[in-house]
């Protein structure tokens, strides 16, 4: 009876997955360990309850005094050897998987070929092909800020970015570079993968790789303040095309409010704009 309680419960803790490969494989792993520690669990439970009842105290009976028995003794330890030895092969199996990031399907290879590295780092991840789009991933009191590849403007020095929802392109390995501009925070969609720390003056990497377009939801790991619980994150996955029109929305709109900024600023910078601001 126990096991048809406890089994459904255990499987509703197992961490999400279905968004990323790396997340599928750290949920196989995590399925893997949850399975063999059920059958140990309940084995040893069971034996240790049904003992218990077959050798209860009864008047009249006299307890045989057993002192050790090697070959059980060698056989319980053996054992556990084997177990942990399928358990870390498993594991390293397949780590490789969930370290290091996917090849992107042919339309995100195109994508990603077009988005050149900014600088070299020895600790950046890189798929097979070594094409990858990278976006940058800034925490901060209390909003997830994104800055893609491309910039806005005529020399294309202003970065693009977005808050809180990240559009990203199907089929394309997305490599995250999360660093922080205040405290710790914690960058976790559990659909695509495991939490990584964003901590100021580090950088730390993740990658995804979405097949189909969806919405995925995140929060921030860390109690990083007062608004932590607000810190929420969104990552919607659409075809490439759309991720590009996407991409020119955002690069113009932020051109449109630079320029209105730039036209605000001028306003209250010079006199007559100040005069104007008094009697409006
Ligand atoms: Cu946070």
């Known amino acids: 009876m126990a096991p048809l309680v406890a089994l459904p419960l255990a499987f509703s803790i197992v961490p999400k997955a279905g968004g990323s490969p790396n997340a599928n494989h750290e949920q196989s792993i995590y399925i893997f360990t949850l399975v063999f520690a059920f059958i140990i669990f309940f084995g040893v439970e069971g034996i240790l309850g049904y003992t218990l009842w077959r050798y209860r105290a009864r008047k009249g009976a006299v307890a045989d005094q057993i002192h050790g028995n090697t070959r059980l003794e060698i056989g319980w330890t053996l054992g556990a050897v084997a ?11 397949k780590l490789g998987s969930i370290v290091d990031p996917a090849k992107s399907g042919t339309e995100g290879e195109q ?71 205040d405290v710790v925070h914690s960058w976790w969609v559990p659909e695509l993968g495991g939490k990584v720390q964003a901590v100021p ?45 996407w991409l020119a929305n955002q690069q113009r709109g932020l051109q449109e409010a630079d320029a209105e900024a730039a036209k605000a600023r001028e306003k209250l910078t010079s006199h007559a704009g100040a005069e104007s601001v008094e009697h409006a």
């Open 111 to 181: 994508l990603a070929a077009n988005n050149g590295t900014l600088y070299a780092d020895l600790e950046r991840p890189s798929p097979p092909s070594g094409k990858s789009l990278e976006i940058n991933v800034v925490g901060r009191q209390y909003i997830w800020q994104y800055v893609y590849p491309g910039g806005v403007g005529k020399e294309k020095f202003a970065p693009t970015y977005a808050y809180e929802k990240m559009v990203v392109p199907t089929e394309t390995t997305v490599i995250l570079d999360v660093v922080s501009a």
């Open 83 to 93: 177990l942990l030895a399928i358990l870390a092969v498993f594991t390293f199996v």
């Open 201 to 245: 003056g580090y950088h730390n990497y993740t990658w995804f790789k979405i097949s189909k377009p969806g919405v995925y939801h995140g929060q921030c790991a860390n109690l990083c303040g007062r608004g932590h619980a607000r810190m929420i994150a969104t990552v919607e996955a659409v075809p490439v095309a759309q991720y590009e029109t």
